[in-house]
């Protein structure tokens, strides 16, 4: 009997060591996959409740005025008549990009420049001026004369104008009168004439320093501008830099019975010279004791009269 039960024990401890080696031969060679329970995971006690930090606070700063413009970010140029300049703010407003320039021509420290705006801005009709500034300029050199005539290519016509004809020749003058009407086949016939560099040149010797023009005037914008180089170029021809007084004299004349006044004369009663578009004026303006150029850019031609109202006012006081 105690035989068996001897025999018994053995053969039970055989089996169950053998039971436990298979068993720790499985879990060893088995691949664990571990499965991420739905809900995120628990942080721990020492952050669970932590509130997140609040983000600094960071002032907002304006981009500079070079890069990004602002009408209320109103300046005038150091020297600037300080009553002068005050009544051009005040017709200006703050609703629009600006910029004026107003120079006495019997006192060179007598101006007023005021703007919101310093890029140089595109340019539409009023870039006639420095083709005729060019052409006049040619005319006195003895490069052009008043006998030259003007082939019509097809690179000068522009499209819907039926005022000239390809392969026709026309008269300097004629073409001359033809522009300042509004052809502008006749002006691309004529820069490519004068020579586009010509009339940059001439706009450079004027004192006009940003001025650049385009090679062909069948699409705005014609040029780019700014009002000071505006004000400079009158101020350039009444001091005969360019042209002398014989041409000088011509090229005010061919401003005078332009058919197209700007509003920016509209209201004055007293000689002027001038040219403009929707967007920019230059004027020279005469009477008993002054005489001034006046000149503006600006995003629309609403406030032209009354500005140029307002500083005729002043100096004729």
Not at 217 to 232: R, S, V
């Amino acid at each position: 009997m105690k035989k068996n039960v001897v025999i018994g024990s053995i053969v039970t401890t055989i089996i169950a060591f053998g039971l436990y080696s298979w068993n720790i031969e499985r879990v060893n060679n088995a691949q664990v996959n571990v499965i991420e329970p739905k809900s995120k995971l628990n942080k721990s006690k020492n952050t669970i409740n932590k509130p997140k930090p609040k983000p600094k606070k960071t002032k907002e700063k304006e981009p500079k005025i070079d890069s990004v413009e602002y009408s209320n970010h109103v300046k005038m140029a150091k020297g600037s008549q300080k009553t002068l300049a005050n009544k051009i703010k005040s017709v200006m407003g703050i609703e629009n990009s600006y910029q004026v320039a107003v120079q006495d021509l019997t006192n060179s420290s007598k101006f007023a420049r005021v703007a919101n705006s310093s890029k140089t801005h595109n340019a539409g009709s009023i870039m006639k001026m420095y083709v005729l500034l060019g052409l006049f300029e040619q005319e006195q050199k003895g490069k052009i004369s008043s006998k030259t005539a003007i082939k019509i290519t097809k690179s000068d016509k522009a499209d819907g104008d039926k005022m000239l004809k390809t392969g026709m020749s026309y008269g300097v003058l004629y073409l001359r009168q033809a522009m300042m009407r509004g052809s502008k086949t006749a002006t691309n016939a004529l820069i490519r004439k004068i020579g586009r560099n010509n009339i940059n040149a001439v706009a450079k010797k004027l004192g006009a320093s940003q001025i650049t023009i385009s090679e062909n005037f069948d699409k705005e914008p014609y040029g780019k501008i700014t009002a000071a180089d505006l004000t400079q170029t009158m101020v350039g021809v009444y001091q005969g830099r360019a042209l002398n007084r014989n041409y000088a004299s011509r090229f005010l004349t061919s401003l005078s019975t332009n058919p197209t006044k700007t509003p920016l004369v509209k209201k004055l009663n007293s000689a002027s010279y001038s040219i403009g578009d929707d967007n920019s004026a230059v004027a020279i303006v005469q009477g008993r004791n002054h005489a001034y150029a006046i000149s503006i850019w600006s995003e629309n031609n609403k406030k032209f009269a009354d500005l140029g109202e307002i500083v005729y006012k002043y100096f004729a006081k």
